[in-house]
Every structure is written in structure tokens, then in C-alpha cells.
């Protein structure tokens, strides 16, 4: 079982859609939530990053994190075409050794006009 | 402009080759990541260095060298010894107090 797990998708919406992408984790030790839009052929773009449970805004996306359910949501309104792309969620330990993420395997949006 | 840049954007290798992958950052991160993305896979960690002239093996460091003698600089080397190096590659860096992690824009390599 992966440490972190992300529906790949793709998911299809039409323009104007609330977007939900979720990824689920195992362990409990994780402290920062991260998501990430990759367009295709590109580098990851850091969209949102949470410690620790609950919401952030940051203008279209909200970002959730519920560490009892080892959960988390990325949620997008008023869905753009300019929205397609990968979305990978990532996570952190609160350690001081590798300070590596622990990245899921990404979900592929595509938002139609 | 601060940001992370990688060279080549295209990278042939032949049978038997070492190739060398640059990554530069001029963002003053003190941590610097490699990391391997294949279809359907995410991201896997290869090498990771937190200061100048140190570093540490990820998951998959099987096939790859690393060198960090600048802080900027975090130069990647895929050997022959990896058998199946045909990936994007991306590199990412992270500064002193923080958690999240900013990557370049890759570099895809192939296999002639």
C-alpha cells in the first residue's frame, strides 16, 4: 500500500464546475500538506500548503485537511479551461533529517469549455 | 528574478553513457532535492543534500551520483548502471524553516 493515495483520474468537468481532488495518507505523522498544479511537461507550481488540520483560502482554491480521517481536499470554484492539469498532493514530517515530501501519484483535471 | 533553473530541457543518452543533469537556484535555499517522475507514479526522492558538500541517498539512488560544492548547484549524473533511465527529471529546493519545497522545470530524458 502506498504511503499516500490519489485517484488519477482524469477527471472531466465543464467550465464554471467546483472541482474536488482528494488524496488520502497513512501516516499519521504527517504535519504539512502541500498541493501542486503541474502542467504538462512542466514543473510542479505550489498551489496551496496547510500545517497541521483544517481550511485555508487563497482566492479559487480552498484547501482541507482533516488528520483524523488522514484526508485531505483541494477544493477549485468557478473552474477555468486554464485550470487542466496534474494535481499532485504532497506531505511532510515535522523532522529535521530528510525534510522530504511524500508525494502522491497526481490527478489529471480537464475542465472544458 | 529568484527561481530554479535546469539543463538541458532534452537529454539523449546512449548505451553505456553517463549523462549529467544541472539544476541552479539563486533563491538562497540551504536544501536541494532531485527527484524522478514517471507516468502514473508521482515523484520518487533519488538524492537530497541539506548544506554545501554534503549528501544523502533517497529511495531510488541506485544508478545516480551527486555533488554539491556550491550552494547553488546540485548537479545530477545518471550512470550507465541505471538500466532504465527514460524519466523527467526535477529538481526542487527548500529553504532553512520551511516545508515546502520549489521545483524547476525539468529535464526529459531518453534513451537512443
Known amino acids: 500500500q502506498k504511503e499516500v493515495e490519489q485517484d488519477p483520474g482524469p477527471l472531466s468537468v465543464p467550465e464554471g464546475a467546483i472541482v474536488s481532488l482528494n488524496c488520502t495518507y497513512s501516516n499519521s505523522a504527517f504535519q504539512y500538506f502541500m498541493w501542486y498544479r503541474q502542467y504538462s511537461r512542466k514543473g510542479p507550481e505550489l498551489l496551496m500548503y496547510?500545517?497541521?488540520?483544517g481550511n485555508k483560502e487563497d482566492g479559487r482554491f480552498t484547501a482541507q485537511v482533516d488528520k483524523s480521517s488522514k484526508y485531505i481536499s483541494l477544493f477549485i470554484r468557478d473552474s477555468q479551461p486554464s485550470d487542466s492539469a496534474t494535481y499532485l498532493c504532497?506531505?511532510?514530517?515535522?523532522?529535521?533529517?530528510?525534510?522530504?515530501?511524500?508525494f502522491g501519484s497526481g490527478t489529471r483535471l480537464q475542465v472544458q469549455p | 528574478d529568484g527561481g530554479i533553473t535546469q539543463s538541458p530541457k532534452y537529454l539523449f543518452r546512449k548505451e553505456g553513457q553517463n549523462v549529467t543533469l544541472s539544476c541552479e537556484q539563486n533563491l538562497n535555499h540551504d536544501a536541494m532535492y532531485w527527484y524522478r517522475q514517471d507516468p502514473g507514479q508521482g515523484l520518487r526522492l533519488i538524492y537530497y543534500?541539506?548544506?554545501?558538500?554534503?549528501?544523502q541517498k533517497g529511495d531510488i539512488a541506485e544508478g545516480y551520483s551527486v555533488s554539491r560544492e556550491k550552494k547553488e548547484s546540485f548537479p545530477l549524473t545518471v550512470t550507465s548502471a541505471q538500466k532504465n533511465p527514460t524519466a523527467f527529471y526535477l529538481c526542487?529546493?527548500?529553504?532553512?524553516?520551511?516545508?515546502?519545497?520549489?521545483f524547476g522545470p525539468g529535464t526529459r530524458l531518453l534513451v537512443l
Open positions: 504532497a506531505m511532510s514530517l515535522m523532522d529535521t533529517g530528510r525534510r522530504a515530501l511524500t
Open positions: 543534500s541539506q548544506i554545501v558538500n554534503d549528501f
Open positions: 526542487a529546493s527548500m529553504a532553512r524553516g520551511l516545508e515546502t519545497q520549489y
Open positions: 496547510t500545517y497541521s488540520s
